[in-house]
């Protein structure tokens, strides 16, 4: 396996294009509890341009009814991501906010005790901080967000490091 950069300029773009929109490659969650895991998923695929078929435990979208809970579920997407085992597909790891670069995936909870939305940073200040990270996201769709203007009880950033091919 070989370690590939993860592409943001086209997660970011993928992100800026279907914001307020629908790609008709994908099904539309929202009307299942939301589509903001299966939009950064997409942003994710278009930056990586690789899945992971493994049964269960992969990150995949094959259509409506294939496809890995990675794919459309909030922890699940956050396991795979950050996973230990080394295996094909994007990868990186929990970091500090501080961290964040476009094409970087940050997961809000509400209630502090899961989290419920996966919103794709597409541009950060100079010392990236919840008032500068701005996001796209689908579900209450977005694009140019700034993160501050959740209301949210606890942050999680994942930081892209790179993509195993």
Not at 80 to 98: C, N, Q, V, Y
Request: charged content about 20%; hydrophobic content about 35%.
């Amino acid at each position: 396996m070989r370690i590939v950069e993860y592409n943001r300029s086209a997660a970011v773009k993928y992100a800026h294009r279907w914001a307020y929109a629908r790609n008709p490659a994908y099904y539309d969650y929202g009307s299942l509890g939301g589509n903001c895991t299966n939009f950064a998923s997409q942003c994710i695929y278009a930056g990586s341009r690789v899945m992971n078929y493994t049964p269960t435990f992969g990150w995949y979208y094959r259509n409506a009814g294939d496809k890995a809970p990675a794919w459309t579920g909030v922890a699940y997407l956050y396991n795979f991501m950050t996973r230990k085992t080394e295996s094909i597909g994007p990868f990186g790891r929990e970091a500090p906010l501080s961290e964040a670069r476009p094409g970087d995936i940050v997961q809000i909870s509400f209630d502090g005790m899961s989290f419920q939305h996966s919103p794709v940073v597409v541009q950060t200040g100079q010392n990236p901080a919840p008032e500068n990270i701005l996001v796209a996201a689908h579900t209450q769709d977005a694009d140019y967000r700034p993160l501050g203007t959740y209301t949210y009880k606890k942050l999680r950033l994942i930081h892209f490091l790179g993509v195993r091919r």
